[in-house]
């Protein structure tokens, strides 16, 4: 108990540091606003609309284009669900016992508190239970939608009523304001959106379904106005909605969303908070005023919504369409919000400005830069798996190239679409383009704003890709998805990330090695006496942020060169570390590591180089090659000066792994260069792709 007062104590001292004078305002306001709605009833009753159509996502999903891969993955997601065989970030549910899914902790097998006031609950700093993500993650009802999507392809009235009995046991479970369900407004967002979309995914019968409509029952439930627009196929989809849903499980729908509604719109996230939260935020709001188009509230919810969209799309993305919080991840998550929202908007016939379209497009674009021949980016800064349409591992660890090509299709931009775009639910929403026909990046791309420079080219091997840091930590005060990366290079080739990332692990519950996989030993990068470049201050926060500066960079393929530098050591030992990454050849690059101070002693240094995935270091004349299915993939000469290692899954040091999904982590050879450096002097490594 006592380490639990004193983390929150210090969780808050920190975030106050990083707080505005207008913050800290709003956030007294808000304890105020928390306290006084402690005392609101809550009861579903209070919410209830009993008259009214069943609120629907707006757009429609071409299930008629569902391959018979698609089913078959959704039939083997049915049947882990209706099993209670649930997987989510890296962790296998077991048995609940007695106890209720919606607040199991698959971690610690106990459960969160679901009587107590939401805001009461303190789910950052407790040991009692595992990583508040993994109840969450569940909680989000995402499973729900490709299993609606199977019902409503083969006409599975059984599986429609599991997915309705599924949400109306939600529903029962949480009353509004109660428990661990109700603290997050991104968490009640994407619940939202995915009822919505289950609700929609069961309007539709399968093309050529016979089943005989009863129009009678139809007008008993529906307004003749909805019904007057509905075309005799239509009305054979709308009858599966109507069956799916008993009239009293679709009051307890239209009373879950009003409430889920209120409760996003009563707290926004703002100021250092105001991320990819506010995004999904909006994109509820807006998503669910649209479809529950007779409540009174509606025009509010979606004026909100998408005011906060139009205002944010030129915060969260960089001019040059770089994703603030620094992270291809993140970056994708938010773009599919904004395409959620833009397609909900033409199904409504008020589509979203020019200039936020074209805000969305230079995000696409630029996340094309960072995929490679397989269709997967760096694994820069945090990734914590978030979908807003889900369809268990079909995207897999292409997520971001399966957003591209959403993208694509949705924009009607081909020549960003990406070389590998895997059959997902996404896709019968937004269509998909691959790049079959069309040319890949080549060349030269410096994103100034959001702080990269990318070569691509190809060889003979295949597509090679490197990229080069020289961006800001992250996004707002508290850069919370951001890792001290500082001028860390990223080389791709063959499919291969041959200079990786190291990726998550885990938030909440990680701890040191939360604090471990943000830092930058891990990173291929230089770290001064074995520190950060930036101090952690918490699992979402920094106590300094390391600056960088773009000093110089040829843009042309044969000269290329980048040179930048940071200040992230300068207060500690005097020194700012620059770094340039200069073309030798066709195949050949020089990385030039300096520290550049006035003081006359030696520092020690270390410079790493992890390997991905499949990818092994071993010694070779000289240097160290990079192996993947037995070819090299890339040298390595170190400086003379010096020494060399491979080290390979490090326990109390917390180096040599990597963690390719979230709450996993296995080990990885990495290279690590180390020595002293005085001010005023550089080390030279050479870089050879074979």
Known sequence: MARSIAGRVAWYARRLSAMSGAEIAHRFAEVFKKRAARNWPSG????????????????????????DADIARWRGIAAAARARRFSFLGVEWPETGRASLWHFDPVKRREWPKKRYCFAINYRHTGRYGDVKYVWEVNRLQYLQPIAAL???????????????????????????????????????????????????????????????????????????????????????????????TPAQQAKVRAFLVASAAWIHRYPSRFSSANNHLIAEAVGLFVVGTAYADHGMAGEWRRIGRDVLEQEAGRQFHDDGIGAEQSPTYSAFTLELYLLAMKTAEAAGEPFSEEMKGRVARAAEALSWFLDEKGMPPRIGDDDEGRVVFDGEADGTHYVASVVASAASLLGRPDIAPPVAPSHLRTLLFGSRSAATHERPRGVKVFRSGGYTVLRERDEAGEWLIAMDHGPLGYLSIAAHGHADTLALWLHRGGHAVFADAGTYLYHSGGAWRDAFRGTPVHNTLSVAGRDSSLVAGAFNWREKAEARLLSVDETPEGFRVEASHDGYLRRFGVTHRRSLRRLGPREFEVEDALDGTGTEALAVTIGFLAGEGVAIVPADGGYDFVADGRRLASVIPPATLSAQVIRGLEQEKRGWISPRFGVRVPADQLVLAGKVKPGDSVVTRVSLP
Do not use: C, M
């Open 44 to 67: 579903w009753r209070h919410f209830e609309q009993l008259e009214g159509p069943l609120p629907l996502f707006p757009a429609a999903f071409d299930l008629d284009a569902a391959t």
């Open 151 to 245: 019902a409503a392809r083969t006409g599975d009235r059984e599986l429609a009523g599991f997915v309705a009995g599924e949400i109306e046991s939600w529903i029962d479970a949480n009353p509004p304001f109660l428990g661990i369900n109700w603290p997050s407004g991104i968490e009640l967002a994407l619940r939202a959106i995915s009822v919505l979309i289950a609700a929609r995914l069961l309007e539709r019968f399968p093309a050529g379904w016979d089943h005989p409509v009863d129009k009678k029952s139809l007008q008993d439930q529906y307004p003749e106005h909805i019904l007057a627009a509905k075309s005799d196929s239509d009305l054979a989809g709308y009858a599966l909605g109507a069956e799916a849903f």
